[in-house]
C-alpha cells in the first residue's frame, strides 16, 4: 500500500500520481499588488544605481580638493556653509565650526567650542579666474603665514582671536573665534560671496548698522591701533574693510594685514597700498597717525 507520507509527498509535487499541476492563474488584486512591487523594486535599483553616480561624483570632488580636506582642522569641526570672507582680496572662505569632541581644555558647551574656520585654496590662485603668476601668489602666502604668526602672538581685545594655523599643500586654514564676517561682507550686505555659497546669509543681508554702532567700532579698531603702535612697534598699514570684522558679539577688530605692519622705526615708502596716508606718497615715515587715516578710511563707507 502507499503510505501516508508517500500520499502527502505527491500531493505537495501535484497530484496523486505525481504529475506537477498547474496553479490556477493570480487573482487580480494578487497580479496588481506584484506588479506594485515590481516596480517599486525597478525604482530601488534605479536609486541604487544614481546614489552610486552620486557617491561617485563625491569621491571625484574630494579627490580634486584632497588638499583641503587633508587641513587637521576640518576632522576636529562639523563646518556649516560659507557665510562669510576675509583676508587679502576676501580670499579666504569663512565658515562656522562646532568642536566636535571636548579637549582637555575645551567643553562642548565652552564659548571655544565655536569658532571660525577660514580657508584659503591655493590652487584657485594659480588656476581659473583668480590665476596669478606664482611668484606673485608666493608673495601673497607669504605675507599670510606672517599675518598668523604675528596675530597669534598678540592679546588684546581688538585684534582677532586665532586659535590655531595650520598650512596644506594645496590650502591654508585659519581658526578663529566666532565672526559675523569682514566689513567689506558687512557693507556689501553678503553681495560680494557670491561664487562662494549658494545665497547670502540673512545674519548680512538683513544687518543695518546704527551710527552709534559704527561710532563704537571705530573706536574700537582706533585702540587696537593705538596698541600696536605703544605695546607691539608696529605701524598697521593695511587697515582695510577686507582686514576688520564684526565678531558675533558685535565687536569690531582687526583680523589681518600684519603681513605689511613695519616697525615705528622703519620708514615706509611702499606704493601698492590702498589705504594708506598720504604722506607715503611723498616718502614721509610711518607714525601712529597712520592708524587714525586707516580709521577714517574703514568707516567711511558707512
Not at 588638499?67 to 565658515?95: H, M, R, W
Not at 591701533?225 to 570684522?245: K, M, Q, Y
Not at 558685535?250 to 598720504?278: C, E, L, Q, T
Request: hydrophobic residues 40%.
Amino acid at each position: 500500500g502507499v503510505s501516508q507520507f508517500d500520499s502527502a509527498s505527491r500531493r505537495a509535487r501535484g497530484g496523486a500520481n505525481g504529475v506537477p499541476s498547474r496553479s490556477p492563474p493570480p487573482s487580480l488584486p494578487v497580479r496588481a499588488a506584484m506588479s506594485s512591487l515590481m516596480q517599486k523594486a525597478k525604482k530601488a535599483m534605479e536609486d541604487a544605481g544614481i546614489k552610486q553616480k552620486l557617491a561617485g561624483a563625491l569621491e571625484s570632488a574630494k579627490a580634486t580638493a584632497s588638499g583641503v580636506t587633508t587641513l587637521k582642522c576640518l576632522k576636529e569641526y562639523d563646518l556649516g556653509p560659507v557665510v562669510a570672507s576675509g583676508g587679502p582680496g576676501c580670499l579666504f572662505s569663512i565658515q562656522h565650526g562646532d568642536l566636535k569632541k571636548p579637549t582637555k581644555t575645551i567643553a562642548l558647551d565652552a564659548p571655544g567650542a565655536k569658532v571660525s574656520v577660514w580657508i584659503l585654496d591655493k590652487k584657485s590662485l594659480l588656476a581659473g579666474p583668480l590665476a596669478h603668476a606664482k611668484e606673485d601668489v608666493e608673495e601673497l602666502l607669504e605675507l599670510v603665514r606672517k599675518d598668523a604668526a604675528t596675530m597669534i602672538k598678540m592679546l588684546h581685545p581688538g585684534v582677532i582671536k586665532v586659535v590655531k594655523f595650520e598650512e596644506a599643500k594645496h590650502a591654508l586654514a585659519l581658526v578663529t573665534e566666532r565672526v559675523l564676517g569682514s566689513l567689506t561682507d558687512v557693507i556689501a550686505k553678503g553681495a560680494n560671496l557670491r561664487g562662494k555659497t549658494r545665497s547670502p546669509p540673512k545674519t548680512l543681508t538683513d544687518l543695518t548698522l546704527s551710527t552709534t554702532e559704527i561710532k563704537h567700532g571705530t573706536l574700537q579698531l582706533a585702540d587696537a591701533l593705538t596698541f600696536l603702535h605703544a605695546d607691539f612697534g608696529l605701524i598697521h598699514r593695511a587697515l582695510s574693510p577686507e582686514n576688520a570684522v564684526i565678531t558675533s558679539e558685535g565687536n569690531w577688530k582687526i583680523s589681518g594685514g600684519f603681513g605689511h605692519a613695519v616697525s615705528v622705526h622703519v620708514v615706509a615708502n611702499r606704493d601698492d597700498m590702498f589705504y594708506w596716508p598720504g604722506g607715503y606718497s611723498t616718502g614721509g615715515s610711518g607714525s601712529g597717525r597712520s592708524g587714525g587715516y586707516g580709521s577714517a578710511a574703514v568707516s567711511a563707507p558707512y
